[in-house]
């Protein structure tokens, strides 16, 4: 669904991807990981057209996304929860909602949100910037499903949250992808919540992607040399 080839990304003179190679198969679920800074929100960044891109592809259901705007690859399928989450604090959950559905709201929709995430439906009318870490994740992760995509990427899903929350979190993904069959691209640090819900991995450091492969080949050694601190 997701093909990435050859893509190198500059921030100025500082060339921070290199030759990137990236496959996410239609209704599959890659976590891509590695240690800070070695590139992974860049990539994300990249793929959303958030971030230029220098040479490379980028193919989404066959269209090429390179040269479009971050608003059409939205448009195309591609939902997006940031690092961070970035929701809108003095809107209420209702309203970061909205947001999302645009005009014509569409009801099934938000049920099918609410029945992901009931404690947003609880919360409707309270401020996102009064959410815990946790359900302000879980409403960033709601307004991007109000798109209806065919791909949902997420950057570090479980930065902040309580145990409980990550849990449920992953609870939800696992839904989402093994059956509904939604195709999922998220980056994470977790190692035990990686295996959990990832079927594939892609390992970068330094801005190069060192290996790849099925969640079960991830050894002990490449978690050693690559994700280790």
């Known amino acids: 669904m997701l093909s990435v080839h050859g893509l190198n990304q500059f921030y100025g003179e500082s060339h921070t991807l290199w030759d990137v ?29 958030l971030l230029p891109v220098r040479s490379g592809s980028i193919r989404f259901g066959g269209t090429e996304l390179v040269g479009r705007a971050a608003e059409l690859r939205a448009r195309l399928g ?3 929860v940031p690092q961070g989450r970035d929701i809108f604090p003095r809107l209420t959950v209702e309203e970061n909602l909205q947001v999302g559905l645009g005009i ?29 870490g946790g359900q302000q994740q879980q409403l960033a992760i709601g307004r991007a499903l109000t798109l209806k995509p065919r791909l949902l990427i997420l950057d570090e899903p479980t930065e902040g949250i309580q145990p409980n929350i990550v849990r449920e979190i992953g609870d939800i993904i696992r839904r989402l992808n ?13 190692l035990p919540f990686a295996r959990r819900v990832g079927e594939h991995f892609l390992l970068l450091d330094r801005g190069r992607c060192v290996a790849g ?17």
């Open 213 to 229: 492969d099925v969640m079960s080949e991830l050894s002990d050694s490449l978690v050693q040399r690559y994700l280790s601190v």
């Open 21 to 49: 190679d990236l496959e996410v198969p239609e209704g599959g679920c890659v976590c891509l990981m590695g240690r800070n800074g070695v590139g992974k929100t860049t990539l994300l960044k990249t793929v959303m057209g």
């Open 178 to 190: 093994r059956e509904e069959r939604l195709t999922v691209l998220l980056v994470e640090q977790k």
């Open 78 to 80: 591609i939902g997006y």
């Open 104 to 132: 014509g709201s569409d009801r099934a929709v938000l049920e099918r949100i609410f029945d992901l995430f009931p404690v947003l439906k609880q919360m409707l009318k309270r401020r996102g910037g009064d959410l815990s």
